[in-house]
């Protein structure tokens, strides 16, 4: 589900996917949240592309509303973007067709891979309790109910201490977050199958 957007289709789900999954268009969506705005001749300076390819992705991802177009800035053929917030949560793989859940599988791992440089980074830049890194693990019981509700009390929290790159306030970072929770495999809890 995306905040303030209807519900995507399958095939909807299955574009994204492959638009997140493609290297050009992450770094593009990268250097957008960083920078606030830029035009595809600037993208193509920093990025090392031509500003035909990256007008093309420019495109595509405002298809996707994952960006759009600044009027107040752009006129002819100069075209200035910025990012639109965006939230999605992927559904239950048993939903999915085999070809969204290929490109979701597809995306995962990329996920992976830049999550664990990012766990990496956590650890080695990690300066105690006060400092910008943070690291923290930890384990408990909870019902699924339970974990649902922490989930949404979760949101709530990144929702009342986040702000937007334009209104964040003097100080403010860029910070990455991830959040992870999965039941022990113990076999089966209750009839429930909870893993391998």
Same mark, same amino acid.
Do not use: C
């Given at each position: &589900? ?7 289709? !399958?095939? *909807? ?5 492959? #638009? =997140?999954?493609?290297?050009? $268009? $992450? $770094? ?11 035009? !595809?001749?600037?993208?193509? +300076?920093?990025?090392? *592309?031509? !500003?035909?390819?990256? #007008?093309?992705?420019?495109?595509k991802l405002a298809e996707q509303r994952l960006i759009e177009e600044i009027p107040e800035k752009s006129g002819g053929r100069e075209r200035w973007w910025r990012v639109l917030p965006f939230r ?8 999915? !067709? ?11 791992? =990329? ?6 440089? =990012?766990? +990496? +980074? ?21 019902? +699924?109910?339970?974990?649902?509700? @922490? ?6 929290? =990144? ?16 910070? &990455?977050?991830? @959040? ?17």
């Amino acid at each position: &589900m995306t905040d303030g957007m209807p519900e995507m289709t !399958s095939l *909807e789900r299955t574009a994204l996917y492959k #638009s =997140l999954g493609n290297p050009l $268009r $992450r $770094r593009i969506l990268d250097y957008l949240g960083r920078h606030g705005e830029a035009n !595809s001749t600037v993208l193509a +300076r920093e990025l090392g *592309e031509s !500003s035909g390819t990256t #007008s093309y992705h420019l495109r595509k991802l405002a298809e996707q509303r994952l960006i759009e177009e600044i009027p107040e800035k752009s006129g002819g053929r100069e075209r200035w973007w910025r990012v639109l917030p965006f939230r999605h949560t992927t559904p239950d793989p048993a939903t999915m !067709s085999p070809e969204e859940y290929a490109a979701a599988e597809q995306l995962a791992h =990329l996920k992976i891979e830049f999550d664990t440089a =990012l766990y +990496r +980074r956590a650890h080695q830049e990690y300066r105690g309790p006060e400092g910008w890194a943070q690291v923290q693990r930890t384990g408990t019981w909870l019902t +699924r109910e339970e974990l649902l509700a @922490f989930m949404r009390e979760y949101h709530a929290l =990144l929702e009342r201490y986040g702000h937007l790159r334009e209104d964040a306030p003097e100080g403010a970072r860029p910070v &990455m977050m991830r @959040f992870y929770a999965v039941p022990e495999p113990v076999g089966e809890w209750n009839g429930e199958p909870t893993g391998p």
